[in-house]
């Protein structure tokens, strides 16, 4: 199964609503590593912060995810797992993650999830998985995995 989400991500998936963004994304979820760094690029709009709350959901976290704008980043428990949600929109360099101390919370097993990574791209580990969140000209979303 991880390799069938992966591959289909890779060669791009159109979603119409929220929910099927949500669930793409808990799909992905059951197929991602303890550890894994996902970096989502997108404008603003592109449903970042949707596919975020599907990756909590198919983790087993049942909290409410919000994008964490303001505080840069917001940490996601449950079912004995750990997201750390970012947003680096309002960021200028990776030191500033550094300083807020993200890894002390890197806890086993725990996934990451980083909003507008270009800002911060020293700091996302060389392993990170891209994925390109866009608008398509129907109003429907297209994401794709980017091939590392």
């Given amino acids: 199964m991880a390799?069938?989400?992966?591959?289909?991500?890779?060669?791009g998936v159109i979603t119409s609503?929220?929910?099927e963004t949500r669930a793409l994304a808990a799909r992905l979820a059951?197929?991602?590593?303890?550890?894994?760094?996902?970096?989502?690029?997108?404008?603003?709009?592109a449903g970042k912060t949707t596919f975020v709350q599907g990756l909590a959901a198919g983790l087993g976290i049942n909290e409410q995810v919000t994008s964490p704008t303001f505080n840069i980043f917001t940490l996601h428990r449950g079912a004995g797992r750990t997201l750390i949600h970012v947003d680096a929109y309002r960021l200028e360099a990776g030191a500033?993650?550094?300083?807020?101390?993200?890894?002390?919370?890197?806890?086993?097993?725990?996934?990451?999830?980083?909003?507008?990574?270009?800002?911060?791209?020293d700091w996302?580990?060389?392993a990170a998985l891209h994925l390109d969140l866009t608008h398509t000209s129907d109003h429907r979303h297209r994401l794709m995995l980017r091939q590392t």
């Fill in 3 to 11: 390799s069938s989400i992966l591959s289909e991500l890779r060669a």
């Fill in 30 to 45: 059951t197929a991602l590593p303890p550890g894994s760094t996902l970096a989502l690029h997108g404008d603003l709009g």
């Fill in 124 to 126: 996302l580990p060389a």
């Fill in 17 to 19: 609503t929220a929910e």
């Fill in 96 to 121: 500033q993650l550094e300083d807020l101390m993200i890894d002390d919370f890197l806890t086993p097993p725990w996934w990451l999830a980083v909003e507008w990574p270009e800002k911060v791209p």
